[in-house]
């Protein structure tokens, strides 16, 4: 299957501070991307929707100002969290797909925790 | 999305074949069941997926019933790595949102 990778794969930082997190489609064009979070013992959550070139489709309930998504190319696609807090400490993780194509791929996720 | 309804939990002996069931009785005519599968920590991977025939890959197979309400997941020959939570998921294609539920924990018994 196609391959997604995610950088960093684990992340600390103080709180107030901003978090960048990058997901590469290593192996095909990826026209869209998508972000999940995922909390303790629980399912993943949709955050947010992108498509290449286009601004970001948000979840109800997902701050666009505080998780900003930018898919500047088809194999790129980041997620900045803004002034972090601790409660913003999760699992997040990325799926991509081609265009055309009925199947997702994840990424191994990145975990980050704010103190 | 149609909705998705899975065990919460099973257990499966070691080479045993496991056999996950999941219902989907709102599914709609042109949506694929998915199954993907998440071991702790890391990110879901994906297994299988069809829309209306059986399909079969190196992982597993899955079976699809002819109203297509429910679906069986089968991996044949179970391993220890085979231990993680299972989703099946409905969705309308690749580049479409997947809602996920809370999953069937397979745990494989040596």
């Known amino acids: 299957g196609a391959v997604v990778s995610q950088h960093p794969s684990w992340v600390i930082c103080k709180s107030g501070t901003s978090v960048k997190i990058e997901c590469r489609s290593l192996?095909?064009?990826?026209?869209?991307m998508f972000w999940y979070r995922q909390f303790p013992k629980q399912s993943l959550m949709l955050m947010a929707t992108?498509?290449?070139?286009?601004?970001?489709?948000?979840e109800q309930g997902v701050e666009k100002d505080k998780f900003l998504i930018n898919h500047a190319s088809l194999t790129l696609s980041t997620l900045t969290v803004t002034s972090a807090h601790p409660e913003d400490s999760s699992f997040y993780i990325c799926?991509?797909?081609?265009?055309?194509?009925?199947?997702?791929?994840f990424g191994p996720g990145t975990r980050l925790t704010v103190l | 999305d149609a909705k998705t309804t899975q065990p919460t939990s099973m257990d499966c002996a070691e080479g045993r074949a496991a056999n996950l069931p999941c219902n989907h009785s709102?599914?709609?005519?042109?949506?694929?069941v998915y199954w993907y599968r998440q071991i702790h920590s890391q990110g879901p991977q994906y297994i299988i997926h069809?829309?209306?025939n059986n399909e079969t890959n190196e992982m597993a197979s899955l079976i699809i019933t002819e109203d297509r309400k429910s679906s069986t997941l089968i991996l044949p020959h179970a391993t220890l790595r085979d231990t993680a939570v299972y989703y099946c998921?409905?969705?309308?294609?690749?580049?479409?949102?997947?809602?996920f539920g809370t999953g069937t924990r397979l745990t494989i018994i040596p």
């Open positions: 998921i409905v969705g309308y294609f690749g580049n479409e949102k997947l809602t």
């Open positions: 799926s991509a797909s081609e265009g055309g194509a009925d199947t997702q791929y």
């Open positions: 992108s498509n290449e070139g286009s601004k970001a489709t948000y």
């Open positions: 069809g829309l209306k």
């Open positions: 709102t599914i709609s005519g042109n949506e694929y």
């Open positions: 192996d095909f064009q990826a026209t869209t």
